[in-house]
């Protein structure tokens, strides 16, 4: 499949490259970085070096400089498993500070390794490698977040959906890492399962040494529980039997390794009664299912709380959707959730370089009122002409202008023509 599937990301890559001299990619593990490294590599006419393989890492520990000083751009896969590298490359670029020089991968996050913190510090560029997008997995090029930044009046104009609510559900129970999403749904969960228990077993090693190892499983449960909420450590911690600071460490530790992510506050100097606090998403939602432990089976009832499991796990969905197609958008200044201590709320704001403004709530209801655009209408008016548009996204029929500068927009425009 990943050989199949153009990831958007790619033109973005070989862009940096004129003018960067380090380029890093970095993501979950099987995201599709050593795939898109290789693609790199062809069209330069080099060769990967893959630290993965025991053999090569253990003669590129013992000479790294011999590897690093090769035709750029050199390739490197999995730095994290010979640091060393990050040093020889350092000193390489010492010697000879050009664009286009190195493109290295990892699978932790490169701010979570000490060493690579340190080494090169204003000379590489990271760019994170997502689980594919739904217009990825369907060959199509999907701008719906860069025309919302430039001409989001046409997306408030009438267009049907394609979509039922049994299309979502199944959508975001596969989600987009590439080696689950053509499985069976039971072979999906077997995948989950082991990527979870082999991640956490080998990967964790690469960046400390944990004291309660066998807790982290069951409090990234509780995290994932927590998806598309105001992150409370502290409730997550204490369930599983862990100290405030323990805590701390060990979600830091699951979201250097891509399992989570914390979607900041945004817009804190806005207002004084503007919250600061994170919202948490898992970065996958086949695998927030998963570890929520509900299937497409189970969305699909009636009761409540499938509804309120569904509309957590279509946020995360939806905002992860919105996040992939920013990570290939230009201009870009800053990405959050903003929420008042009244209540007032948007699920996602992308602000661009010159300040303006583009806001999301996210809804699983068929229906859209008035009220559910409270959140949107309140950041307008605190922004004013700063406030491009916001958009209501719903399991609707029906793409509409609700208001001025507001629409309602069915989820699967984000991905369709």
């Keep these: 499949m990943m050989q199949l599937v153009h990831r958007r990301i790619a033109a ?8 960067e001299p380090v380029v890093a990619l970095q993501g979950p593990r099987t995201v599709g970085k050593s795939t898109l490294l290789a693609e790199i590599a062809r069209r330069h006419g080099v060769q990967v070096i893959d630290l993965d393989r ?20 050199v390739c490197i896969d999995e730095f994290q498993k010979a640091p060393v590298v990050l040093d020889v490359i350092k000193a390489e670029l010492n010697r000879n500070l050009v664009p286009g020089r190195f493109v290295i991968t990892g699978s932790t996050r490169f ?7 340190q080494a090169l510090t204003g000379r590489i560029h990271i760019v994170d490698v997502l689980p594919f997008s739904q217009g990825e997995m369907t060959a199509h090029a ?5 025309t919302a930044l430039s001409d ?27 080696l689950a999403i053509a499985r069976t749904p039971e072979g999906r969960r077997r995948w989950f399962d082991d990527y979870v228990r082999m991640s956490l077993e080998r990967d964790i090693r690469d960046l400390t040494s944990v004291r309660h190892g066998e807790l982290l499983p069951a409090l990234l449960r509780r995290l994932a529980g927590q998806t598309a909420q ?4 502290a409730r997550a911690g204490s369930a599983v039997g862990l100290k405030a600071a323990t805590t701390e460490t060990y979600t830091k530790l699951l979201e250097a390794l891509f399992f989570i992510r914390r979607l900041p506050a945004w817009g804190r100097t806005l207002r004084a009664r503007t919250g600061t606090s994170p919202k948490v998403h898992v970065l996958d939602s086949g695998l927030a299912a998963r570890l929520m ?25 939806i905002v992860g ?6 990570s290939w958008t230009e201009d870009i200044a800053s990405v959050g959730h903003w929420r008042t201590h009244d209540g007032q709320e948007a699920d996602l704001v992308v602000e661009r370089v010159d300040g303006s403004v583009v806001a999301f709530e996210v809804k699983a209801a068929a229906r859209v009122g008035r009220s559910d655009a409270s959140g949107l209408r309140a950041l307008r008016t605190t922004l004013g002409d700063s406030f491009l548009a916001g958009f209501v996204i719903c399991t609707g029929e029906m793409s509409y202008r609700l208001e001025d500068r507001i629409g309602v927009v069915p989820a699967d425009r984000l991905w369709s023509a």
């Design 142 to 146: 999907e701008d719906f977040l860069g």
């Design 152 to 178: 989001p009046e046409s997306l408030r104009s009438p267009v049907q959906s394609k979509c039922t609510r049994a299309d979502y559900i199944q959508r975001l129970c596969t989600g987009g890492m590439p």
């Design 321 to 326: 959707e919105l996040l992939k197609q920013a």
């Design 293 to 317: 432990g509900v299937s497409a089976e189970r969305l699909a009832r009636p009761d409540p709380a499938a509804q309120v499991e569904f509309g957590h796990l279509f946020e995360t969905f």
């Design 12 to 19: 973005n890559v070989l862009n940096r490259l004129r003018d």
């Design 54 to 73: 025991p053999a090569v890492r253990d003669a590129v520990s013992s000479d790294p400089a011999a590897f690093v000083s090769g035709p750029a751009p």
């Design 111 to 117: 701010d979570a390794l000490p060493t690579a913190a």
């Design 230 to 233: 105001v992150l409370n450590m």
